[in-house]
């Protein structure tokens, strides 16, 4: 009896599996292609950016660096007196100020760096042969304080001159240079005014001097963040 060509119920054809009927095979899963974020907008245009300084600051390092990362943009140094430092910031983009300062609320204030207080006095005078001085070394000094004094009250037991305060630091310096008196300023005053007859001693415990870098809080630009990344260290390629 013949058998015939037709599979048995139940049974497969030979010849490996068969797929279920009416299933496909699942498409292949594309890789997502991540977009790439939209370059950040940088504004070349040519401007000047206004930077106060207060005597004594040296600013250099950073304005070199600003001259690098920013050479379309002319970085102007503008001299301010700390008396008068907090109306100058009205005419500027930021700048490098003494603490305390008026109206502190109304701006943004980065404490920089302290500066200590040295005794200047006479190339001549026997304090000088001292490494650094103490408040009882000037016991019955004459304390020439002038009137753009930047350290306030010291509490010294020093004596007042007898004749009118002096305008200026630089008056103060030439007037103790020769032998009168002693004057108490930050270090980088001291270095300004240099003079072959005059030198100065760290005065230990004596007040020391804040300098901030400060800007009008509503006039926060750019310009500002990014000298704020230079005097923060930031490189170019470093986030805000």
């Not at 204030?109 to 650094?132: F, G, K, N």
């Amino acid at each position: 009896m013949k058998k015939s060509g037709r599979p048995a119920a139940g049974k497969r054809p030979s010849g490996g599996r068969g797929k279920p009927a009416g299933r496909k095979a699942a498409p292949a899963k594309r890789p997502q292609v991540r977009k790439p974020e939209p370059a950040e907008v940088v504004d070349e245009a040519p401007r000047t950016f206004r930077l106060g300084a207060i005597p004594g600051a040296t600013p250099g390092k950073w304005i070199d660096a600003w001259k690098t990362r920013m050479p379309h943009i002319t970085l102007e140094l503008v001299p301010i007196e700390a008396a008068v430092q907090r109306e100058a910031l009205s005419d500027l983009d930021a700048a490098l100020v003494r603490l305390p300062i008026e109206r502190p609320d109304e701006l943004h204030v980065i404490r920089l760096y302290d500066e200590l207080p040295v005794v200047v006095a006479s190339a001549e005078s026997h304090l000088m042969a001292a490494e650094t001085l103490t408040a009882a070394d000037l016991d019955g000094e004459t304390l020439v304080t002038p009137l753009d004094d930047v350290l306030g009250p010291l509490d010294l037991p020093t004596v007042a001159p007898r004749f009118a305060p002096v305008p200026t630091t630089a008056d103060a310096i030439a007037t103790v240079a020769t032998g009168i008196g002693v004057v108490v300023v930050p270090m980088s005053l001291a270095r300004l005014h240099h003079r072959k007859d005059a030198d100065h001693r760290v005065l230990e415990g004596g007040p020391t001097s804040t300098v901030a870098l400060a800007w009008p809080r509503d006039r926060t630009t750019p310009d500002v963040e990014t000298f704020v990344g230079i005097v923060r260290g930031r490189t170019a390629n470093s986030s805000r």
